[in-house]
């Protein structure tokens, strides 16, 4: 196992040279265009599963983007650990505010700044690179098995079946994933709950066409002010939800367990200036930690209608459309959510205006228990590389695919991310400092020795 760690230092600036061609590859999923750059990606993952030392490597095509599968079995006795990540890639847009261009990765500061850079490509990567190093120094202890989707940031819609589909192919012991943050490679932290996530899309016409603001503006209601005015009214001054039946099954955590929480350090002047704002803002009674980690929320994540263009154009416009997100804590079903907003927003439309409500993807809050060997591995493997036990943490994020896999698969997924809060996922100038890629590949191989001895030894 110590010759991992010279493995990466000798062949340090190939694997950076290898990721940023995956990086190049602009396979944003949520654009129909990216379609050809997603079989692209998908492909260059094959082929580096395939160099890094699986047997087996293939691409299995969905309805949607490819999925990539690839494996190496040394004993069928040994356990499995099963690798998931995604190849896609948030839009760039706004893309004037990137320093350097989003596709053609650059190293600044110790960073790689590009799309994907983090979220999940150079986190994924860093699997490859552990394998490939396990693979070449002989210490691979156990078998692996990779599977990389391509839907990840488009709400993962075919990777449920595809597992339905080859659970036989997909059996493991333990699912390892690195999509998510850690404190800092000083504090590291290992995710031990996700949000869930609810998706809308709605729309509010008024008039059948777009009128002269002039002519008919004062006589007939607008919809994008009507819009607007409902939006507002689905939070109250205290920052809560006001959508009835919201918070029914939201579990209400202990005042021991809060302040295990708050025990995680946390810095707000540090985490507000990373984030450029004078202030915070969030449901109150609830501290900045608890308001990401175990309190649900409702956000607006783009509004539009009429005229957007360059100068001006007087129109009362027809329609109005907003794509609104919640983010769910566990026991909240997302299903239902989506139904008691659909519920809410169809009633709170006045006369003048017709509602349209589409819930387009969503998925459930995910707590892995500390007390397993997948737990108990990450957490060894971290301490073993950087010197200080990790703190578990709940994210605010959601990776709906993860309660899915216990799900259909019946195993545990370990969320053991590498990205940093300040790494602008989803932003522009997305990066991820080159010190956590490296120190990642080195952790990696540690997790997979600690599994493989604590399933021998149990
Ligand atoms: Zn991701």
Redesign the pocket.
């Known amino acids: 196992m110590e010759q991992i760690k010279d493995y990466v230092a000798e062949h340090k600036d190939r694997f950076l040279q290898e990721l940023f061609g995956l990086i190049r590859i602009p396979s944003v999923s949520s654009v129909a265009d990216h379609r050809e750059d997603m079989v692209r990606a998908a492909e260059y993952w094959r082929k580096t599963l395939r160099e890094a030392g699986c047997t087996r490597s293939e691409i299995f095509p969905t309805e949607g983007n490819p999925i990539v599968y690839g494996e190496k079995i040394i004993d069928p006795a040994l356990p499995t650990v099963l690798v998931y990540g995604?190849y896609d890639v948030m839009p760039v847009d706004p893309v004037d505010l990137w320093e350097s261009s989003p596709f053609k990765p650059e190293v600044r500061d110790g960073k790689i700044y590009a799309r994907g850079a983090d979220?999940?490509k150079g986190q994924s990567f860093m699997h490859a690179k552990a394998f490939e190093a396990m693979v070449r120094t002989n210490s691979l202890p156990c078998n692996v098995k990779f599977m990389i989707e391509g839907e990840?940031?488009i709400g993962s819609a075919h990777i449920g079946p595809f597992c339905e589909e080859y659970k036989e192919m997909l059996k493991s012991d333990i699912i390892l994933v690195s999509?998510t943050s850690m404190i800092g490679l000083k504090t590291p932290s290992i995710t031990v709950g996700l949000r869930g996530l609810a998706y809308m899309q709605v729309e509010v016409t008024g008039p059948e066409f777009d009128l002269h603001s002039g002519i008919f503006g004062g006589a007939v209601a607008n919809p994008i002010n009507i819009l607007a005015r409902m939006i507002a009214a689905m939070t109250d001054d205290s920052g809560r939800i006001t959508i009835p039946g919201f918070y029914d099954e939201v579990v209400v955590i202990s005042d021991q367990e809060r302040m295990e929480m708050a025990k995680a350090p946390f810095d707000e002047e540090s985490y507000k200036r990373n984030i450029g704002v004078d202030a915070l803002y969030g449901e109150s009674g609830y501290t900045t930690k608890e308001r990401t980690g175990i309190r649900p929320t409702l956000d607006v994540n783009g509004m539009w209608g009429g005229y957007t263009s360059e100068g001006t154009k007087t129109v009362l416009p027809s329609k109005a459309y907003a794509k609104i997100s919640m983010r769910l804590v566990p026991n909240q079903n997302h299903k239902k959510i989506s139904e008691l907003f659909e519920r809410y927003f169809t009633s709170m439309a006045p006369e003048y205006v017709k509602v349209k409500v589409e819930a387009l993807h969503g998925g459930e809050a995910y707590v892995s228990p500390m007390d397993t060997f997948g737990y108990q591995a990450a957490s060894k493997a971290m301490e073993k590389v950087l010197e200080t036990r990790p703190i578990p943490v709940r994210s605010g994020g959601s990776?709906p695919i993860i309660p899915q896999f216990e799900e259909i698969l019946g195993v545990k997924s370990i969320l053991m991310g590498f990205g940093l809060e300040s790494d602008a996922?989803h932003s522009p100038n997305e990066n991820y400092p080159l010190e956590n890629f490296y120190k990642g590949i080195e952790t990696i191989p540690w997790f997979y020795q600690y599994f493989t001895e604590m399933y021998r030894n149990r």
């Open positions: 995604h979220d999940d990840e940031e999509d990776i996922i």
